[in-house]
Structure formats: structure tokens, C-alpha cells
């Protein structure tokens, strides 16, 4: 499948489910009525109902040294300009007795997806949702331990929480613009809630939007295409980072970090694939990671990592 194909169904108004890996090169198009046959689940709801389970993943993650040493070689990529912001990622082993589908059906989540039995997703992050002639984006960057004393008060008093959120922003707004008019940040740096398994996180976000003639749906496809990969889990300047990426975190990031979206005949909607577990020959992968800036600290990057393993 292309962009082009896309453009194509989006133009006859037909309703289809869209899903594209972290570097935007394999697409998946899955027409809705369609979708039966292709073992593959989704939902998008910003209402769910919360549903009570056990928290059951034992995860061996990378040692802290070994991560470290990439971190290390991201700061130092950091300091010779090639990069300013980079989102680095691990993949981590997990456990459970439970399978894709019932992970599926257990986790909480606005944006969820099970593609077939290879993997998973559940997560909290839109990409970017049209109705009508405005396009939205709402970049999270930022995450603390609720509990923690003066949680909200910490994060948003961070200088380093900041300088990524705010180059987050500005990369965001700046590929919005690519293919809107009057792009402006609605609201920036507000807290939500996540549920975290057997902890709640608070996460900081921003909502930026823009705004689009009326037949936005004839070039859809040409829409997706030009913002991906998405900028909040990847970095900026972006196609640098892309390459440093590649050559830092040793691993395929495949569908994780990715794309899924829905377009329902007149709008669309869609979700940033993290919170994100991959069937292997070897068992179970959860891959997670966080965004590094010169003023990030090595254990607490380490630590983010392994917050963000859990079924919500």
C-alpha cells in the first residue's frame, strides 16, 4: 500500500483503517467493512471505561550500562549539533500468561490496536485528528510518578521538562504548517492522568492545530506522509535524528513509534504507537524509551524507560 491509496479511498469517502511502522515505508490500508478478515482489532475512544485487572508483566530490561553507553553517544551527538532532542528507545523482555488478545481486551487505553499475533498497543498519545477543516496534534513530552510530593509543581518547574516540551512544540508546529494554514498552540504544557499499571504517571501535553481547505480529504494520504514520522518520538532537526536513531539504538523499531489511524468517510483520527508489545520467536518484547536533551540525567532516562512498561 502507498499514500497514494490512501488519497484514493479517502477521495470515494471510504471509511478504512490506516497503520504505518516508525519510518513510514510499510503502510497498511484495511478498508472497515473489510477488516473482519484480517484477524486485526482496534478501538478509539476518549471516554473508556476503566477496566480492573492485575498488573502481571515481569520485564529484564537492558542493564543501565548498557544504556548508558548509548545515551552517551546521543549526548555527544547532542553537543556536535546533530540533534537537539532524540527520543531513544530499548526493547525490553517481558513476561505473561496472557496472550495479545487478551492483553488487547484487558488494557486501558484511548487508542488501541492488536495486529494479528504480532503485536499490540495501547496507547494514550494522539497524532493528529481532522474534522471538519481543522487539523489537531497533541505532542506529550514530560513524565513524572504521581505520587511523588508536588508532583505537577516538579514537572512543570523542570527547566529540563521545558526545554524538551518547548522543542517538541516547535518541531510539531513547524511540520503542521507543511500542510496548514494559521497553525497556532491552542494550549501548552497542561497535565493528564495516566494510569500506569500499579502506579498512576502524570504527563505533560499541548494541543496545536490548523487549518485546512475543505477538500483535505483528496490529499490525505499526501497529509500523513509529510508529517511522519512523528516528531514526538523521534526528534528534531528530524531527519538527522532519524539517521542517529538508526545508528544508536541497535534494534528495528518496526510498527513501535509508529502510526494507526481511522478515517470514518468525513473525519480522522489517530494515535502515536507507544505503550507497545511485539511477539518475538524469542517471546514477548516491550519497547519504550524517552526524549534526551543536553540537560537529560542518564538514571532518570534509564528510570523513565522502565515506567512506561505496563498494561494500563
Known amino acids: 500500500m502507498t499514500f497514494k491509496d490512501i488519497d484514493n479511498l479517502a477521495k470515494e469517502r471510504i471509511p ?15 478498508p472497515l467493512d473489510e477488516l473482519a ?23 529484564t530490561p537492558l542493564k543501565f550500562e548498557k544504556y548508558k553507553k548509548k545515551f552517551d553517544c546521543v549526548i555527544e551527538e547532542i553537543k556536535k549539533g546533530d540533534t537537539y532532542l532524540l527520543n531513544l528507545t530499548q526493547p525490553t523482555k517481558i513476561k505473561t500468561s496472557l496472550s495479545l488478545k487478551q492483553i488487547y481486551k484487558k488494557a486501558n487505553a484511548r487508542y488501541k490496536l492488536r495486529y494479528k499475533d504480532k503485536f499490540v498497543c495501547f496507547s494514550p498519545e494522539r497524532f493528529i485528528s481532522i474534522k471538519d477543516t481543522k487539523i489537531h496534534t497533541y505532542p506529550m513530552k514530560g513524565t513524572i510518578d504521581a ?51 500499579d ?45 542517529i536513531i538508526k545508528k544508536i539504538e541497535g534494534y528495528e523499531r518496526g510498527c513501535f513509534s509508529g502510526v494507526f ?25 516491550y519497547k519504550s524509551g524517552g526524549g534526551i536533551t543536553l540537560q537529560s540525567d542518564a538514571k532518570l532516562e534509564y528510570n523513565e524507560l522502565l515506567d512506561k512498561i505496563y498494561l494500563p
Open 261 to 285: 489511524g481511522v478515517f470514518d468517510g468525513n473525519s480522522f483520527d489517530s494515535g502515536v504507537m507507544i505503550r507497545f508489545i511485539e511477539k518475538t520467536k524469542n517471546g514477548f518484547v
Open 147 to 197: 505520587s511523588m510530593p508536588h508532583a505537577k509543581d516538579k514537572i512543570l518547574a523542570n527547566e529540563k521538562e521545558m526545554a524538551e516540551h518547548i522543542m517538541v512544540v516547535d518541531l510539531l508546529r513547524n511540520d503542521l504548517s507543511i500542510v496548514a494554514d494559521e497553525v497556532r498552540v491552542e494550549r501548552f504544557r497542561y497535565i493528564t492522568k495516566i494510569e500506569a499499571g
Open 199 to 243: 502506579k498512576k504517571l502524570l504527563q505533560v501535553s499541548s494541543h496545536i492545530s490548523g487549518k485546512l481547505d475543505s477538500s483535505w480529504h483528496l490529499k490525505l494520504g499526501a497529509i500523513l506522509e509529510a508529517l511522519l514520522p512523528a516528531g514526538s518520538i523521534s526528534g528534531t532537526p528530524k531527519k538527522s535524528t532519524l539517521d
Open 16 to 30: 478504512f483503517l490506516f497503520i504505518s511502522d516508525f519510518e513510514a515505508k510499510e503502510l497498511k490500508v484495511i
Open 37 to 59: 478478515g484480517h484477524d486485526v482489532e482496534f478501538c478509539i475512544d476518549e471516554n473508556y471505561t476503566m477496566l480492573e485487572h492485575e498488573h502481571f508483566l515481569e520485564k
